[in-house]
């Protein structure tokens, strides 16, 4: 075993012991520790809860990768995931939090009074946290298998146990804090490399003020080659991929359950709007390097390695190949290496450019720990999103109302293990890359949920019957979408990526049309949606606004 791999494994040994020790100390002990972390985390602190449960694989280890390959086109991914969060935290994350419910089914089987919608929610919402935990597992996979030098699939399979053990101790109040803890580890070893990859290229330890110098520099060896120009518009994609790619990544963030059930975790509506204003903060801190990333490691490649001979590449290639994520041919037999002949896996970018640039053992090791806390954050709030649809909304809900909390916890914990084990079986073999698996899980998010969230805060009128129907045929029109999309069926050149903009319109369509034709739902009803609008100090009771609940005064 090399230096390398020891200083890696010591890190990531470290980390896991860090991430494990919190869960135990954070045990959950009662329903309310394990779904909602008691309701009592700091905005500060969920803010960076947030950050570090949104910085899943496909943002860390994806998505500079996407960017370098992509160039101008990959920017859909950032715009898409960012501006998410401003309709969540504007449309949506206050009132539900208002609303006081545990989990979105929850809140759409009681908004709607319907044990229907909320059973079609829960399995909806497994469905998606299913995916999208597929991307986790496949990331924790690259990064195992680089560390030990094996396959990814063994590496996946390492990863799936570390993930089941921790969030089945800790539920959602030790995830909360765990995840605090993996923001941290992930951005520090993020902006690292790039600082020396700056300080390496550009004499200058700024990288967000330098990478614009090095993109003009590869424009010029794209002309050079005859090839696309990294920063050319919508060389890789169109403009209807690229605008369907962003839109269904903006409304998929705003609809992702275990993103959503993060602001359940806070006092009050106004702390979870503080929430999605300090989430932001932390994720544009990763949003705005990756773009660095991609062109420092695209300029290294581009300059250090094509045109290189075959049997004088460096060292960092053989592991990258063992791994089957990299592939180097002499297509022409001249025995030099062409840029064209480099087959460089999205996934693997971030990864490698440590080892690229030749920064060291100990920053190599820090970025697989910084991987390993991005894919394991996330894992962990998809899990207890997971464990919440089937032990809290079907389980107590819907089959045994009566259920001890102690049976409550034991059937969460059960659902954890049971997930983890499901789609580490999938991720041996992905279906896809890691930013590819992520956005199907936008696309179904987006398509069965925004409208029905949307309309149901906002539209007092928004009936059970249009839920049920709205979600229903979302879900189907955007599963379907994206199976006969990757057969190469699309519509205006929209991918699977961006299925998205075909299911969510479609919904609200739906559900608008259903709700009007239908009964309107009861007055009771009506007035709960239309005092989610108010501030917790203000309430609205028979047709006014009344200031405090508690006060007999209006």
Do not use: C
């Not at 001979?309 to 180097?328: E, F, H, I, S």
């Not at 030749?358 to 720990?369: D, K, P, R, S």
Request: proline fraction near 4%.
């Amino acid at each position: 075993m090399d230096q390398q791999t020891i200083v890696s494994l010591l890190l990531i040994l470290a980390t896991f012991g860090l991430y494990i020790g919190i869960s135990v100390y954070n045990r959950a002990k009662a329903t309310s520790d394990f779904y909602v972390a008691s309701r009592g985390v700091p905005p500060f602190w969920n803010g960076m809860a947030i950050g570090g449960d949104w910085m899943s694989a496909a943002s860390f280890i994806g998505m500079a990768g996407t960017v370098m390959i992509l160039g101008y086109d990959g920017l859909a991914y950032i715009m898409g995931w960012t501006g998410g969060y401003l309709f969540l935290t504007f449309l949506l994350a206050p009132q539900l939090r208002k609303y006081g419910r545990y989990t979105v089914p929850e809140f759409i089987g009681d908004r709607f009074d319907s044990n229907a919608a909320r059973l079609i929610a829960a399995i909806a919402t497994i469905i998606i946290s299913f995916v999208y935990i597929i991307g986790q597992l496949s990331g924790s996979g690259v990064v195992i298998g680089r560390i030990l030098n094996i396959d990814a699939m063994y590496g996946t399979m390492i990863g799936v146990v570390v993930i089941a053990i921790y969030a089945t101790l800790g539920g959602m109040k030790g995830i909360t804090w765990t995840q605090v803890a993996q923001y941290m580890i992930l951005i520090v070893a993020y902006i690292i490399p790039i600082i020396f990859m700056s300080l390496q290229i550009t004499s200058n330890p700024l990288p967000w003020l330098t990478y614009g110098k090095i993109v003009s520099e590869l424009g010029e060896l794209d002309r050079a080659l005859g090839i696309s120009e990294y920063f050319a518009p919508f060389a890789e994609s169109d403009k209807s991929q690229f605008i369907a790619l962003m839109f269904t990544l903006m409304v998929g963030t705003a609809a992702l359950p275990h993103v959503i059930v993060r602001f359940y975790t806070v006092t009050t509506m106004k702390a979870a709007r503080w929430s999605g204003a300090w989430a932001l903060v932390f994720i544009a801190l990763l949003y705005l390097s990756a773009p660095a990333y991609a062109a420092f490691s695209r300029f290294i490649l581009m300059t250090r390695v094509a045109g290189q001979p075959l049997d004088q590449l460096p060292a960092w290639t053989d592991t990258w190949v063992n791994t089957g994520r990299l592939q180097l041919a002499d297509a022409n037999g001249d025995g030099i290496l062409q840029w064209s002949e480099i087959v460089i896996s999205n996934d693997i970018v971030v990864m490698a450019t440590p080892e690229i640039a030749n920064l060291g053992v100990f920053v190599i090791g820090l970025v697989a720990a910084g991987a390993m806390a991005a894919a394991l954050s996330t894992a962990g709030g998809l899990l207890i999103t997971i464990s919440s649809s089937f032990a809290h909304d079907i389980y107590y809900r819907l089959m045994k109302p009566d259920a001890s909390d102690k049976k409550r916890l034991a059937a969460g914990r059960w659902a954890i293990v049971l997930a983890t084990v499901v789609a580490g079986v999938v991720a041996l073999n992905p279906p896809g890359v890691i930013t590819q698996i992520v956005a199907w899980a936008f696309g179904i998010a987006g398509g069965t949920f925004f409208p029905v969230l949307l309309l149901g805060v906002w539209w007092k009128r928004a009936n059970k019957q249009g839920a049920i129907a709205g979600m229903l045929v979302g879900l189907t029109v955007t599963v379907t979408y994206i199976l006969f999309a990757r057969e190469g069926f699309t519509i205006f050149g929209i991918r699977d990526t961006g299925a998205g903009i075909i299911g969510v319109p479609i919904n609200l369509i739906v559900m608008y049309v259903v709700s009007k034709m239908t009964a309107a739902p009861s007055q009771k009803l009506q007035d709960e949606v239309l005092d989610l609008r108010y501030p917790e100090q203000m309430s609205y009771r028979d047709g006014e606004v009344w200031m405090d609940e508690s006060a007999s005064g209006k």
